[in-house]
């Protein structure tokens, strides 16, 4: 899969956009992230969050089924506000 994070930032912001979504499918039908769509789909994440830009979700398609790492927590954002709204200081040692 070949991303141009530059390309994705101009988009946005030729749009004036406030949120981004993003899709692809997975011919080998699994829909489920790879590592690389999880690294990729977070250092996206980290470029938009510098101009203001929110990522809502990262769709993955494969043989029928889809795979929202919105729903499953998988954007920083998410695994950021639990953190920081954790009661838990186990996540601190």
Do not use: C
């Not at 938009?48 to 954002?77: C, F, P, Q, W």
Request: proline residues 4%; charged residues 20%.
């Amino acid at each position: 899969m070949d991303i141009n994070p530059s390309k994705i930032v101009r988009v946005a912001v030729w749009h004036d956009a406030p949120y981004v979504l993003f899709a692809h499918n997975h011919p080998g039908g699994i829909a489920k992230p790879s590592n690389a769509d999880l690294v990729t789909t977070h250092a996206i994440e980290r470029v938009l969050r510098v101009i203001g830009v929110e990522v809502l979700d990262h769709i993955i398609v494969a043989d029928g089924e889809y795979y929202s790492m919105s729903n499953e927590g998988n954007l920083l954002k998410q695994q950021r506000y639990y953190i920081e709204n954790s009661d838990n200081d186990d996540l601190w040692g």
